[in-house]
């Protein structure tokens, strides 16, 4: 497997040509959009690795700490500097970190990963709850613009949410403040259990005023400004669909059914940027695909185009929502195929019950470790090996309902003692909904019918 970096989902047509050309040529056409806004190839040989570097580096692009105990890609606002509705655009602090404090040595071998986002944008658009570490924009009643910090999330077999360190950095301050916090957490972070040695661990062990304590006297030198909590963004994070730029031309958000695409795909895909766009293309935390600069007048066109791709700028709730990890096809500690099946899922879904009028976050996990968010879907489903109705041992799945990030962020209930099997997932989801649509209060959202449910209905 290799991991293609694309820090903040920047990439232009000229470099997605080339990963598609990898792909093609390297990779038996497999490509992934992941939820780390990388690109993800598989079936690479050893032997053709230095070729897909010299490729990769003619594009200015790499797998630099794609992998290991190491900072991995940087999460950032797929539209920084573009979207109409942005507080402030971090890509210089992006840019920042990636090129200049990224490639000190010292910070090649932390305790284990560690996860970083930052955006500006209004939307938080990059699930800031989950990650070791984030910069939030905000709006400071003296300072302007600027960034609330979150620390100390990670999901897995013990799943935390980040807490806010209470401060309000300023843009310039962003750098200095990651390199604060990824040196506490190389200095402390817990090396001897490696189940153990994730920020989070330390976080909690310490708590975050303790953390900005030794941030503040042993790291940065200086106190940090006092921070209040940003608003809590509204409606969907992602971006699906027809957008504003700030210069008036439109940014269009399209979604690959899980991030799920091929190399000659890619490569169409690249034209079509050129053709309709200025080439500028966009990866996002939410597997989308973003084609910027478009103007008024050829989005039809460019609409159409995806469409023939089978790419919908408006598609239905359950294949917008939908999320799953790599699966037992590509992953050593998977237990169930996932990636394939979401994309019958969601097609069964449609055919079955058309659309839904509210958000529903489905998310299919190979195994415990919840690279797919298990915990956090309206309907979660970690997968295992269950017993069906004729004693055999089959793929199947646990359910967790009503997680969710944004308004009052928490983790899915799980079903004690309720297993689904593979096939019959799409009945069990069908059985699901309709049960919600038709006990739904007005204007109650799937989580809200969940936390209220009888375990019967949930069945």
């Given at each position: 497997m290799m991991r293609i970096r694309l820090d903040g989902g920047v990439v232009n047509s000229e470099q997605l040509t080339v990963i598609g050309e990898i792909s093609r040529d390297f990779a038996c056409g497999t490509a992934d959009f992941t939820d780390r806004q990388n690109v993800?190839?598989?079936?690479?040989?050893?032997?053709?690795?230095?070729?897909?570097?010299?490729?990769?580096?003619?594009?200015g692009l790499s797998t630099n700490f794609g992998c290991g105990d190491v900072p991995r890609v940087i999460l950032g606002s797929p539209?920084?500097?573009?979207?109409?509705?942005?507080?402030?655009?971090?890509?210089?602090?992006?840019?920042?970190?990636?090129?200049?404090?990224?490639?000190?040595p010292e910070y090649s071998n932390l305790p284990r990963k560690f996860k970083t986002a930052i955006s500006g944008n209004s939307r938080q658009d990059v699930t800031h709850e989950i990650q070791d570490l984030s910069f939030i924009g905000v709006r400071h009643s003296e300072h302007g613009p600027g960034f609330d910090v979150w620390v100390g999330s990670g999901l897995s077999t013990n799943p935390m949410l980040a807490q806010r360190l209470g401060v309000f950095v300023s843009l310039d301050e962003v750098p200095d403040v990651w390199e604060g916090i990824v040196s506490i957490f190389r200095d402390y972070g817990y090396r001897r259990l490696r189940n153990r040695a994730r920020?989070?661990?330390?976080?909690?062990?310490?708590?975050?005023?303790?953390?900005?304590?030794?941030?503040?006297?042993?790291?940065?030198?200086?106190?940090l400004r006092d921070g209040a909590e940003p608003p809590v963004a509204p409606g969907y994070r992602d971006h699906i669909g027809v957008h504003d730029q700030q210069d008036g031309l439109k940014y269009v958000g399209v979604k690959p059914t899980v991030g799920h695409t091929e190399g000659r795909q890619l490569i169409r895909l690249a034209e079509l940027a050129d053709k309709f766009g200025s080439g500028r293309i966009r990866t996002t935390p939410n597997k989308e695909l973003l084609f910027l600069d478009v103007k008024p007048g050829r989005v039809p066109d460019l609409l159409h185009a995806l469409d023939n791709?089978?790419?919908?700028?408006?598609?239905?709730?359950?294949?917008?929502?939908?999320?799953?990890?790599?699966?037992?096809?590509?992953?050593?500690?998977?237990?169930?195929?996932?990636?394939?099946?979401?994309?019958?899922?969601?097609?069964?879904?449609?055919?079955?019950?058309?659309?839904?009028?509210?958000?529903?976050?489905?998310?299919?996990?190979?195994?415990?470790?919840?690279?797919?968010?298990?915990?956090?879907?309206?309907?979660?489903?970690?997968?295992?090996?269950?017993?069906?109705?004729?004693?055999?041992?089959?793929?199947?799945?646990?359910?967790?309902?009503?997680?969710?990030?944004?308004?009052?962020?928490?983790?899915?209930r799980k079903l004690r003692g309720h297993k689904v099997t593979s096939a019959g997932l799409a009945d069990y989801v069908e059985r699901l909904v309709t049960k919600y649509k038709a006990d739904r209060n007005k204007g109650e959202q799937f989580r809200e019918w969940v936390l209220r449910a009888p375990d019967e209905d949930l069945q």
């Open positions: 993800q190839l598989h079936w690479i040989r050893i032997e053709d690795v230095p070729e897909i570097w010299d490729r990769l580096n003619s594009v539209v920084a500097g573009v979207a109409a509705d942005e507080i402030i655009d971090a890509t210089p602090a992006i840019e920042e970190i990636k090129n200049n404090r990224l490639p000190k920020l989070k661990f330390l976080v909690a062990d310490w708590g975050v005023e303790k953390l900005r304590s030794v941030l503040e006297n042993d790291y940065l030198g200086h106190p791709e089978g790419l919908s700028a408006k598609p239905s709730s359950f294949r917008r929502d939908v999320i799953s990890c790599t699966g037992l096809e590509f992953c050593k500690l998977a237990l169930v195929v996932t990636k394939q099946r979401a994309i019958r899922l969601a097609d069964e879904l449609e055919e079955r019950l058309g659309d839904l009028d509210v958000p529903l976050k489905i998310s299919l996990n190979g195994c415990p470790n919840s690279c797919a968010r298990t915990q956090l879907a309206d309907i979660g489903l970690k997968g295992q090996i269950v017993t069906d109705q004729d004693g055999n041992r089959v793929e199947g799945f646990q359910v967790h309902l009503g997680g969710a990030l944004g308004f009052h962020p928490d983790f899915g």
